[in-house]
């Protein structure tokens, strides 16, 4: 089966640091990217960044530059979005979605990961 | 880089024909022939329901179609069902320094 599996729901507190993770399996992961996408409570799709697992190419979105990492391990066919302090703010769901190579758009997501950051 | 332009709600009644805008500028949904858009039901994940502004992915319903027109791209969704009913957002790619943006999304009710 083609998959993006996610990590589970995690519940911090203000200053924790956290890293959450995307495994994709059932296809060649070496064409294909692994972008992160927010979705604060009640909100819309935010695109965060995205990772070319098999050489670790990272992008941006400017808006998260600096506040998240995104990382792969290509042995495990993972990617991984961290922080270092979290903030309530950060409250939201994230999904990974994945994008071949030399295409626009992504085809297969996640069923996401709720972060949850309160004292 | 701001959030593409969608209306906040539509609605429409089963069999009807709904269309959904999404307004960006010249540096997004103008200057690429690349606009995705997506489903979200309640409480899921989204799903891919367009890319390239009028292709559809395998599996999905001839009743969406896509089209765009300078700055604006649209999704209509023709034959209006109940299980419709979902949050829509488009996306656009743009450029390498942004990359991608989201527009606002935009809440169908089918009555």
């Known amino acids: 089966e083609v998959r993006l599996a996610q990590s589970g729901a995690e519940v911090k507190k203000p200053g924790d640091s956290l890293k959450i993770s995307c495994k994709g399996s059932?296809?060649?992961?070496?064409?294909?990217?692994i972008g992160w996408v927010r979705q604060m409570p009640g909100k819309g799709l935010e695109w965060m960044g995205i990772i070319y697992p098999d050489d670790s190419d990272t992008r941006y979105s400017p808006s998260f530059q600096g506040q998240v990492t995104i990382s792969a391990d290509k042995s495990t066919t993972t990617a991984y979005l961290q922080w270092s302090s979290l903030k309530a703010s950060d409250t939201a769901i994230y999904y990974c979605?994945?994008?071949?190579?030399?295409?626009?758009?992504?085809?297969?997501w996640g069923r996401g990961t709720l972060v949850t950051v309160s004292s | 880089q701001s959030a593409l332009t969608q209306p906040a709600s539509v609605s429409g009644s089963p069999g009807q024909s709904i269309t959904i805008s999404c307004t960006g500028t010249s540096s997004d949904v103008g200057g690429y022939n690349l606009v995705s858009w997506y489903q979200q039901p309640p409480g899921k994940a989204p799903k891919l329901l367009m890319y390239e502004v009028t292709k559809r992915p395998s599996g999905v319903s001839n009743r969406f179609s896509g089209s765009k027109s300078g700055n604006t791209a649209s999704l209509t969704i023709s034959g209006l069902q109940a299980e419709d009913e979902a949050d829509y957002y488009c996306?656009?790619?743009?450029?390498?320094?942004?990359?991608?943006?989201f527009g606002g999304g935009t809440k169908l009710t089918v009555l």
């Open positions: 979605a994945r994008r071949f190579t030399g295409r626009w758009y992504f085809d297969l």
């Open positions: 059932g296809y060649s992961v070496n064409s294909y990217w």
């Open positions: 996306c656009s790619y743009a450029g390498t320094s942004t990359s991608w943006v």
